[in-house]
C-alpha cells in the first residue's frame, strides 16, 4: 500500500511538475496574452464632429497662415508641387494640394527590424510602444541623483530593450555626452542602438552634413545599399518643423537626404501648448496637424508615397511656471485626440506618452506613466514614443525605469486587448459543474489552469505577495529588484549584436566610445 502511494504520488507529483513545466515554457505568438501590434481604437475623446472641425482648422491654418523658413530645396520641392511661396516668405498649401498629397501618402507601412519577427506593422489602430527622446542625464537610482549620459548607457539601455517583451521599438533616449565631436556622436548614437539589440532603431542626426557618413554604417551594418533599401531597419526621427508654424532648415535638409537614402521618417511637430502652442488642447492639436500636413506634402512632393509616421507630439506647460507637464492628464488627452487625428487620415501616427515628471521611479512617476500610456493605446496610438523610461520632463533617463516599465505596458496592454467575449468565454458549462456537481470552485479547474498563460499576463518585477509571505521573503523593494533585473540582463547580453568581423570593421574606421 505504501509503494503504491508513493506511485500514485510520484504520478501526482510529475504530473504537476509537467504542467508547471508547460506553462513556463514559452507560448506561441497568436495564444500570448499580449503581443506587439494588438488593436486599440476603443477610447475615443474626440467626436467625429470634433475631429472634422480640427481637419478643417488645419487646412485653414495651411492656405491663411503657412509655414515661415523652409530652406531653398524645400520651397522648390513644394511649390513645383502647387505650394505658394507668398512676400512674406512663407509656404501657403491650398487645400487642394493638402487633398492630392494625402491621396498618395504611404498607409499600412511595416517599419523593419533586423530581425523580421520584430517588425512593425503600423495598420489600423495597432499599438507599439517604445523608447525616444534626448534625455541628457541618467537617473541613478542609488545614489537619487542625475549625471550626464553616455555612449555606454545607449547600448546598456538598447540591451535592456533588446530583452524586454513589451517594448516594441528602440528609438534614441539619451544623448552621447561624453563624445564631443557631434559628427562622432551621431555614429556612436547609431552604434550602439544597432548594437544592443535588433528591434527597430529610430535615430535623429545633428548636422546634413553627417548622413552620407551615417549611411555608410548603416550600409556596413546591413550586408551592402542593395539589402539596406530592401528592409531600411532604422528610421530618422525628424524636428522638421519649429512650432509655431516655421520650417526647421537644417532638418528639413537631413530629412531629403535621409529620403533620398531609403529611410523612413517620422515628421514630428513638438509645439508645447501654452507656450509654442496655443494653450487649448483642441488648438494644440490643430497646430501639430498643420504643421505635419505641411511634412506630408513635402515628404510626398519629393518621394510620392515615402514611408513616413504622422508625429503630431504637441506637449503640455504647467501655466503657472512654463515648465513642460510632460506626466499630466492634458499631456494623454493630447495625445489620444492625436491617434484620433491620425486615423482620420488612416495615416501611420506617433506621438508621446509614458513621460514622467517625477525625477524618480515613485508613485508619481507611476501614476503618470501608466495614465498616459494606457490611453495611447486604448485610442490606438499606432508608435507610443517615449513610454518607458523617461523622467524629469525628458531630461532624464532611467534604466530601472525602463525594466519596470516593462511590467506596465504588459497590463497596459492587456487593457488594449480587452475582453474575449466567445461561446466558449460564456458557456455555463463550467459554471454549472462547479456549482451543481463540483468542489465549489475554479481552482484547478481544467479551464481555469487553461487560461493561466493565455487569458493572464504576470509582472516579472512587481509584488504580488500577501504581507506576510512579503516579510517572509525579506521585504523586497520593488526598485531593488528592478536593478537585480537590470544587472541580469546586463550580464547577459551580447557585447554587440552586430556581426563580429563587420563590428571590427566599425571600429577600425570610425571612433566607438561603448
Known amino acids: 500500500m505504501a509503494e503504491e502511494c508513493a506511485v500514485a504520488g510520484s504520478r501526482r ?14 507560448l506561441a505568438e497568436n495564444i500570448r496574452p499580449v503581443r506587439p501590434g494588438l488593436s486599440g481604437g476603443q ?113 546598456n539601455a538598447a540591451q535592456l530593450v533588446h530583452h524586454l517583451d513589451n517594448v516594441h521599438f528602440f528609438q534614441r533616449a539619451m544623448v552621447c555626452r561624453d563624445v564631443s565631436d557631434n559628427f562622432l556622436m551621431d555614429i556612436n ?12 532603431v529610430g535615430t535623429s542626426f545633428s548636422d546634413p552634413s553627417h548622413v552620407e557618413g551615417c549611411f555608410d554604417l548603416i550600409h556596413m551594418i546591413a550586408g551592402g545599399e542593395d539589402k ?26 537631413t530629412m531629403e537626404k535621409c529620403i533620398r537614402g531609403g529611410m523612413p521618417v517620422l515628421l ?24 505635419c500636413l505641411a511634412g506630408v506634402v513635402y515628404v510626398n512632393a519629393l518621394s510620392p508615397g515615402h514611408p513616413a509616421v504622422f508625429g503630431t507630439w504637441p506637449f503640455v506647460s504647467d501655466l503657472r511656471t512654463g515648465a513642460m507637464s510632460g506626466g499630466s492628464g492634458e499631456q494623454a488627452l493630447l495625445t489620444a485626440g492625436c491617434a484620433q487625428m491620425h486615423q482620420f487620415y488612416r495615416l501611420p501616427g506617433g506621438a508621446a506618452a ?37 523622467h524629469a520632463s525628458l531630461l532624464g533617463f532611467c534604466l530601472e525605469s525602463l525594466v519596470l516599465g516593462d511590467d506596465m505596458l504588459g497590463q497596459v496592454q492587456r487593457c488594449i486587448r480587452g475582453i474575449d467575449v466567445t461561446e466558449d468565454s ?44 512579503w516579510v517572509e521573503i525579506g521585504r523586497p523593494d520593488l526598485v531593488a529588484r528592478a536593478i537585480e533585473r537590470k544587472n541580469r540582463i ?16 566599425i571600429r577600425e574606421r570610425f571612433g566607438i566610445y561603448c
Not at 277 to 284: Q, S, V
Not at 374 to 385: F, R
Request: with cysteine; proline share 6%.
Open 43 to 155: 477610447y475615443k475623446p474626440l467626436t467625429e464632429a470634433n475631429v472634422r472641425r480640427i481637419h478643417e482648422a488645419a487646412l485653414d491654418a495651411l492656405e491663411q497662415i503657412g509655414l515661415a523658413n523652409a530652406p531653398q530645396s524645400g520651397v522648390e520641392i513644394m511649390t513645383g508641387a502647387g505650394a505658394i511661396l507668398g512676400e512674406d516668405g512663407r509656404l501657403r498649401f491650398p487645400r487642394a494640394l493638402v487633398e492630392d498629397m494625402l491621396a498618395i501618402a504611404a498607409r499600412d507601412i511595416t517599419l523593419y527590424a533586423r530581425d523580421p519577427k520584430q517588425d512593425l506593422e503600423l495598420s489600423g489602430t495597432r499599438v507599439y510602444y517604445g523608447t525616444a527622446g534626448a534625455a541628457v542625464h541618467v537617473v541613478d537610482v542609488e545614489k537619487r541623483e542625475y549625471r550626464e549620459s553616455t555612449a555606454k548607457d545607449l547600448l
Open 189 to 200: 548614437t547609431l552604434y550602439a542602438c544597432c548594437a544592443g539589440t535588433t528591434k527597430h
Open 228 to 253: 539596406w533599401r530592401a528592409r531600411p531597419f532604422v528610421s530618422n526621427s525628424n524636428c522638421f518643423v519649429v512650432p509655431p508654424m516655421k520650417f526647421a532648415e537644417e532638418s528639413c535638409i
Open 13 to 26: 507529483s510529475g504530473g504537476r511538475a509537467a504542467r508547471v513545466a508547460l506553462r513556463s515554457s514559452p
Open 354 to 390: 509614458g513621460i514622467a515628471d517625477a525625477k524618480l521611479p515613485d508613485m508619481q512617476a507611476g501614476w503618470e506613466q501608466a495614465i498616459s500610456n494606457v490611453m495611447a493605446g486604448l485610442s490606438g496610438l499606432n508608435m507610443v514614443y517615449e513610454a518607458v523610461g523617461m
Open 426 to 469: 460564456v458557456s455555463l458549462e463550467t459554471m454549472r459543474s462547479v456549482c451543481l456537481d463540483g468542489p465549489g470552485h475554479y481552482l484547478g479547474h481544467p479551464q481555469t489552469l487553461g487560461l493561466m498563460q493565455t487569458e493572464y499576463i504576470y509582472p516579472a518585477v512587481a509584488d504580488r505577495t500577501s504581507p506576510k509571505e
Open 490 to 505: 546586463l550580464a547577459d547580453a551580447a557585447p554587440s549584436l552586430i556581426e563580429a568581423e563587420v563590428d571590427r570593421a
Open 268 to 291: 514630428l511637430s513638438a509645439g508645447q501648448a501654452g507656450a509654442t502652442a496655443p494653450a487649448p488642447l483642441a488648438t494644440a492639436i490643430v497646430q501639430a496637424v498643420a504643421e
